[in-house]
């Protein structure tokens, strides 16, 4: 069966009249007027999501509503065996359990710890848009090994990183959970305790409101008009779903041959500047190196052209350099270290309104619409780079020299 360019056109057109009407009921609510949003604490893992949270999760947190929140919590994790004495649990944010050590696979501090008298605990390593890191999940599930449940909490229920959990396998040594399920669910069972306190019951419905546009959930009814809709146009939507991501992919990748040759229009000279890694590889990345320098250990680089979470902030474009010498160098204890041998990692400030994500699809659509707001925008990230690079240059360049 050939796809309908008209029936594609009418699934198009219906899926936005749904997610118009949905915007207009928000607004008829007043749903829109978000303070986690105003605020810009949209995706803040720990000060945001983790406090509110083990806010909640606390059976002597402000709420006053004793253990039942952590209560309905342990309930949505049906597929869990979970062993926690509710009379005596606690729950607080980022609990510190010793140094980390990547080669004992120990250590850390974990988003939100809950325990009880008995030394039970479960661990709750809280993702929205940060990497993994080194041996995360391998370090949590080795503290307090046969009285510790672990949980790898992300938007949709993703996979941690082989990097992160190395043997380990979901189900069995951790589990994963999602907002879009197990914290929406919950959110609406702790609504409905919180109906006789009108702060505490909007507060918590505002917060619902937040992790359904983080995760792309509708209403209920607008959720099942949409499904609906889909099913009647079943190989139509198909199609779309299949060439979706091909065509976000190809939009940052022009956005990342923009600013490649606008820096070489501008840096040429002094550096050697190259896309590095395919452009649908989670890693799309800028190598600059120093001209004549091209086979030294020391570079910048420009991360993340694919917008996925990856990096040291959270998916947001950041310019940084790189030392991938064999051994620990002068230059690394010089300077401000992040994880995998960067150093002096600097987040690419925002364009107008836009914090520089290449998920987000708001920005996404002002880009392919807009061509004047596109050339500017790429404006931005080579002055940007171009600012990072006149700071960051001659420290290189003088231990590069060092080294001849």
Excluded at 165 to 175: M, N, R, V
Excluded at 200 to 223: D, F, S, V
């Amino acid at each position: 069966m050939m796809v309908s360019a008209e029936k594609l056109g009418y699934l198009l057109a219906d899926t936005k009249r749904i997610i118009a009407h949905q915007k207009e009921v928000a607004g008829l609510r007043g749903e829109t007027f978000n303070v986690f949003s105003i605020l810009k604490m949209e995706r803040l893992e720990n000060s945001t999501h983790s406090a509110f949270i083990t806010e909640l999760l606390n059976p002597d947190g402000t709420h006053l509503k004793g253990n039942i929140f952590l209560k309905l919590f342990l309930e949505t994790l049906d597929e869990v065996t979970l062993t926690l004495d509710l009379v005596t649990a606690k729950a607080k944010p980022e609990h510190h359990i010793g140094g980390r050590d990547i080669d004992a696979k120990s250590g850390g501090r974990i988003d939100i710890y809950i325990s009880d008298d008995f030394n039970n605990c479960i661990s709750i390593e809280n993702k929205i848009d940060a990497g993994d890191q080194e041996a995360q999940i391998e370090r949590y599930c080795n503290h307090n090994k046969g009285k510790n449940t672990v949980l790898y909490l992300t938007l949709h229920g993703s996979e941690p990183s082989i990097g992160s959990k190395g043997t380990l396998e979901s189900g069995a040594d951790f589990h994963n959970i999602s907002y879009r399920k197990h914290i929406l669910v919950w959110l609406d069972m702790c609504l409905k305790e919180a109906a006789d306190s009108p702060i505490l019951r909007e507060t918590i419905k505002q917060y619902k409101i937040l992790i359904q546009k983080l995760t792309a959930t509708m209403a209920e009814k607008q959720t099942q008009q949409l499904i609906n809709l889909m099913l009647s146009h079943y190989k139509e939507a198909e199609y779309i779903a299949a060439n979706f991501n091909r065509v976000t992919i190809e939009l940052r990748e022009e956005i990342r041959q923009s600013v490649i040759k606008k820096l070489q229009e501008h840096v040429g000279v002094n550096y050697t500047i190259t896309a590095q890694n395919a452009f649908n590889n989670p890693y799309t990345l800028i190598w600059i190196k120093l001209k004549g320098m091209e086979d030294k250990p020391i570079f910048f680089i420009v991360e993340t052209f694919s917008g996925l979470p990856k990096g040291h902030f959270g998916g947001a474009l950041f310019v940084g350099t790189v030392d991938v010498s064999k051994d620990e160098s002068e230059f690394m204890r010089n300077n401000d270290h992040h994880i995998h041998r960067w150093y002096n990692a600097h987040k690419l400030n925002d364009f107008e309104q836009y914090e520089l994500k290449l998920s987000n699809s708001d920005l996404l659509q002002k880009i392919n619409s807009n061509s004047n707001f596109k050339n500017n925008l790429v404006d931005h990230i080579v002055s940007e780079i171009e600012a990072y690079l006149a700071k960051e240059t001659d420290k290189v360049r003088f231990y590069l020299n060092k080294l001849s």
